[in-house]
């Protein structure tokens, strides 16, 4: 080995251009990957096979500007060296090199990663004088004819290049060392590729154009950002504010925000979002880019706009009203672009021909309102009239109107539904490529032939419950991914054990493996209305992993021996486990069950036994499921009291027929069982954080949910004002006793509006590195418990994968032994956290836009003037200086209902209630608007009043299809035979649950004295900090998949 220094000019996360002399150690033996090496190199991973007819090795600029060509899975054998991917990392950015890093990963491209600033025979220093550009270029090439010479020849190499000169100096210096352009290697080697050679040609075009641009257009649209260097000197400063810039998609053009990240030095008073008013103000930013804001002076603060906008080429006009003044900036610059794959739409051939046959430039319209038309070139513009394709930005100049792209390739034609979930798909940045064949070999086999089976050896590490638990699933119909199984039992002391067994995915799922890097890059399992894309691979999710009824499985069980009398925990048992799932129960069933129904017919485990048999069975599962229900009517009432959090998510279930066309849409029913599987999973999920920070206490991976900032309760507070309801927002348990007291005997939905808001209001629950944060900020607001992770579905996400290694590490800490693996470090651990949080965003947007798609799918084949599906009743939940926000409880759809058309008409009524159009104006009041003819009639909107809507679909060419509501009558719409009512038999279970808080409330204040040492006790054995109820309904459920996977 030898030792030597290595200078690199290196750009920090914050732009920034720094100066770092490293020490650079040489070796002999680097591995070079490849399954030709015959100088026993220590090659590990993926390796490049011998059957490609050559290997090919891309210049740091192609890797650069031709990446998303390498990706192409037919380009095999390529080597990509360490001063190319350097390159990409300095000079690009993040997301450049992040794709990249992915690239190298991914078990489906064969391609690799060679060191070769490390080689010893392959590095060449930097000589005097020499551009970094050149010496990257024959840093490059010393190290492909070394790479040739190490493989003995057995293999021909390519280089391509951009450089000519590197081409016409080292075309034919080495016999078997070809290099040559990119287009030629193209051209020549690939001739048959047309999608390659259509993407090449489009990103020459592209640059080509923008370079043109530059040469021929001197007058600038917009202010040139400020370079990196004086951005961060300006943050540092206090001058400038850094951000998340935000795009409002009602007022695209008009109106964005700046969410600051971090408290900004010494403005006490930005506390709130920086509103960017117009297109020049946001000075070529998009949607998502880190940006520096540039506060302007008070007088010119503005307030956020609050007229309803129908589409988006709406101008600003007179009438509009804004509400109060809030902090107004500037961008001034750029940190970080987020530029990303969009799918976008040609405008209409005649906007094409009125620009001139012989035009390739032009103008496409995004899918998503807040990203502004890109200009690409291209000569199929006509062709593909009706498809959605895809395109990449590449610049944005001071002197363009519309940023810079190029094509990337066909969608499908648009308004298919394939093609329009493919379209939500790309927009979210969710991969939904098959698995690969070397992910699939590392799975076990099972095959009638061949069964899988328990490993004797594998039995004897772990702890036994075959023959000992009764354990069983509560699951939605049709659910295959089965990660969770209970059982609770009396103990001989007539204790309780609760037990919850979790699916040992880990044993399959190896780190580092090739199934494992796949499920990290894709971090979860991505539920859409009709299906879903599993994280894992079908043969581990639904069968080796999954905790199906009658089968041997591997699991991770947790099990509490808990009191007789009060289930207070007196000890806990984690470990490795085999278990035998009994039961495969649905949730209805186990909800029959609970309500004594004993005639259930959705147990297929209990079917052709003999009556006593299946009697003395039933009996058992009654009373387990019955015993789990009081432990978790307990644990939720504990929480409650110190701030637990019931809130109201909308969940709608698309039903489809035998022909996968939409039958109907049904908001999903809150069952009680639902809350009783969730509390017990929060309970294991708890209790695993609690074990993992005691024996790891920088080393784990939990989830927080921080307080929401109070500005976001504005609209919750006003809105409840209207019913004389003051909500609290102080505490989690203060907004908890304020919801539980805003009820409308009247009219039940006003409750569920209002726990609805509330959860909008709330800030995302996120993964950290305990490492990263002092301990008092772990808390998570909606539980209110102190400590909390995901333990309970790796199946399905990968964070609990992780958690459950770190639990494994964490038991075997306490018996003075070293994990298998070494632990991830600090550094990697963030890393890892900041991208399951940024795909576990992506799939929750991908799960609500596709309702939304099928929502409007539902509607789009129905007469809405004669179809009575199309009426419904509403209720209005916001006040809007033109119209009115409306709650459709019936198909869980909320969306505006205009009191004022474009032709300046507004609504009224007449003496049956039925709506009109006439002359006249609007007056917004507070909690209600008031709409008056210009012949004197008035009509009143007020907030929480019903009304009756008429339910139709607007479609637009280029963006996703909306729902469109119009007030037909100032009534109550009134209610149908096949109409299903709001509340269930179930509710009276929700009420036995607040009836069972309060009446522990009251006992509290009652003997307050008296108890607290034994709630100091509690607190103390539970380790839990402040506690209303069922948040879970909100987030924890849907996060642990307890909904139907037909509806994601």
């Not at 109107?401 to 969710?430: Q, W």
């Not at 509690?1018 to 924890?1036: A, F, I, M, V």
Request: hydrophobic share 35%; charged share 30%; net charge negative.
């Amino acid at each position: 080995m030898i030792k030597t220094e290595k200078v690199l000019h290196l750009r920090s996360c914050k732009g920034r251009s720094v100066r770092v002399v490293r020490e650079h150690y040489l070796r002999e033996s680097v591995p070079c990957n490849s399954c030709l090496c015959e100088a026993q190199c220590h090659n590990e991973g993926k390796l490049l096979s011998q059957s490609a007819t050559h290997y090919v090795i891309p210049d740091w600029k192609v890797v650069q500007d031709y990446l998303e060509i390498l990706e192409f899975p037919e380009l095999r054998g390529i080597v990509f060296m360490q001063t190319a991917c350097q390159a990409v990392q300095h000079q690009k950015g993040r997301r450049q090199y992040n794709k990249l890093r992915n690239l190298l990963r991914d078990a489906r491209h064969e391609c690799v990663m060679f060191f070769n600033e490390f080689q010893m025979y392959s590095y060449v220093p930097r000589e005097q004088g020499e551009s970094l550009e050149k010496w990257q270029t024959r840093c490059i090439y010393y190290a492909t004819v070394w790479y040739y010479n190490h493989l003995a020849g057995l293999m021909p190499v390519v280089m391509v290049t951009e450089d000519a000169e590197a081409i016409q100096k080292y075309g034919s210096e080495t016999d078997g060392v070809f290099v040559v352009s990119f287009k030629s290697y193209l051209e020549n080697f690939w001739p048959d590729l047309e999608a390659v050679h259509e993407l090449y040609e489009s990103i020459v075009q592209s640059r080509k154009e923008r370079e043109n641009e530059i040469q021929e257009k001197n007058g600038k649209e917009y202010l040139e950002h400020q370079p990196l260097e004086i951005l961060e000197a300006g943050i540092k400063s206090g001058r400038y504010i850094q951000g998340i810039l935000n795009v409002n998609k009602h007022r695209s053009q008009l109106e964005a925000f700046v969410r600051i990240q971090g408290l900004p030095n010494k403005r006490s008073e930005l506390e709130t979002d920086i509103l960017i008013c117009g297109t020049k103000a946001r000075n070529r930013a998009i949607e998502g880019d880190v940006v520096a804001v540039e506060l302007l002076s008070r007088n010119e603060w503005k307030g956020r706009a609050s007229i309803l906008c129908e589409n988006e080429s709406e101008e600003k006009t007179n009438e509009e009203i804004e509400t109060e003044p809030m902090p107004t900036g500037k961008i001034v610059g750029i940190i970080q672009r987020n530029w990303r794959d969009y799918v976008v739409t040609f405008p209409p051939k005649e906007d094409i021909q009125s620009q001139g046959k012989n035009v390739r430039k032009i103008l496409v319209t995004p899918w998503d309102y807040r990203i502004p038309k890109i200009r690409i070139s291209t000569q199929q513009a006509e062709s593909l009239q009706n498809f959605r394709i895809i395109v990449r930005i590449d610049s944005w100049d001071s002197t363009s109107l519309y940023p810079n792209g190029h094509f990337v390739k066909v969608l499908g034609r648009a308004g298919d539904l394939e093609t329009e979930i493919a379209a939500i798909l790309v927009e979210n940045g969710i991969s939904i490529a098959p698995f690969s064949e070397a992910q699939l070999r590392e799975i076990p086999v099972n095959t009638p032939e061949n069964p899988w089976k328990v490993d004797a050896e594998e039995q004897g590490r772990r702890v036994d419950l075959r023959n000992t638990h009764l354990v069983f699933s509560i699951d939605p119909k049709d659910c295959e991914d089965v990660d969770d199984a209970l059982s609770v039992r009396k103990l001989a002391n007539e204790n309780l054990e609760l037990g919850v067994h979790i699916a040992d995915v880990t044993h399959f799922v190896k780190l580092n493996s090739y199934t494992d890097l796949e499920a990290r890059s894709r971090a979860t399992t991505c539920y859409l209305a009709d299906r879903r894309y599993d994280m894992l691979p079908a043969i581990l999710s639904a069968d080796r992993c999954s905790l199906l009824g009658g089968a041997d499985r591997y699991a991770i069980s947790v099990l509490w021996e808990l009191d007789k009398t009060n289930y207070e925990v007196l000890k806990v048992w984690f470990g490795r486990t085999i278990i035998r799932s009994t039961y495969k129960i649905f949730y209805e069933a186990a909800q029959a069950l609970l309500d004594g129904d004993r005639n259930v017919v959705d147990i297929p485990e209990l079917k052709g036994l003999e009556e006593k048999e299946k009697c003395r069975r039933l009996n058992d599962l009654i009373w387990a499921v019955e015993k789990l229900t009081e432990i978790a009517r307990r644990t939720r009432t504990k929480r409650s009291l110190e701030g637990g959090l019931e809130l109201e998510g909308i969940e709608i279930r698309v039903q489809l027929d035998e022909k996968k066309n939409i039958s109907d849409l049904v908001p999903k029913q809150p069952l009680e069982v639902h809350e009783t599987v969730a509390e017990c999973m929060i309970m294991a999920n708890h209790w695993v954080a609690k074990k993992i920070t005691e024996n790891l206490p920088h080393q784990g991976l939990l989830r927080c949910h921080p307080p929401p900032r109070q500005e976001s309760f504005a609209a919750l507070v006003e809105c409840a004002k209207a019913k004389r309801f003051k909500i609290d927002t102080r505490s989690n348990k203060a907004l908890a006793d304020s919801l539980d007291m805003a009820e409308d005997p009247d009219d039940p939905l006003v409750n569920k509006v209002l726990r609805s808001m509330a959860t909008q209001a709330m800030s995302n629950a996120l993964y950290f590195s305990t490492g990263s944060c002092s301990e008092d900020l772990f808390y998570h607001y909606g539980l209110a418990l102190d400590k909390y992770t995901h333990f309970t579905s790796p199946i399905r996400r990968y964070a609990d994968i992780v958690v459950h290694r770190l639990l494994m590490a964490a038991l075997l800490k306490d018996k003075k032994l070293e994990p298998e693996n070494p632990l991830l470090s600090q550094k990697d651990l963030e890393e890892l956290c900041h991208h399951i949080n940024k795909k576990n965003r992506a799939a929750q947007r991908v799960q609500k836009q596709s309702v939304e798609l099928f929502q409007c799918m539902y509607f789009k084949d129905k007469d809405s003037t004669s179809d009575e599906r199309c009426v419904a009743d509403g209720i209005i939940y916001s006040i809007r200086a033109n119209g009115v926000l409306v709650y459709v409880p019936k198909y869980g759809i909320k969306a505006a209902a205009f009191l004022k058309n474009k032709e300046g008409l507004v609504i009224t009524a007449q003496p049956d209630g039925s709506c009109e159009w006439k002359p006249g104006s609007l007056r917004r009041l507070r909690d209600k608007i008031i709409s008056t003819t210009a012949g004197g009639e008035s009509i009143t909107f007020s907030l929480f009043e019903h009304v009756t809507v008429r339910i139709s679909e607007y479609s637009s060419r280029s963006h996703p299809d909306s729902i469109k509501l119009d007030i037909i009558n100032n009534q109550p719409r009134t209610k149908t035979g096949t109409e299903p009512t709001q509340g269930t038999s179930h509710t009276s279970k929700t009420d036995l649950v607040r009836d069972v808080i309060r009446s522990a409330e009251e006992a509290q204040l009652a003997q307050k004295h008296a108890k607290r040492t034994l709630i100091r006790d509690e607190d103390r054995e539970y380790c839990q900090t402040q506690g209303n109820s069922l948040y879970s309904l909100l987030e924890e459920i849907k996060e642990m998949a307890l909904q139907d996977v037909s509806v994601g």
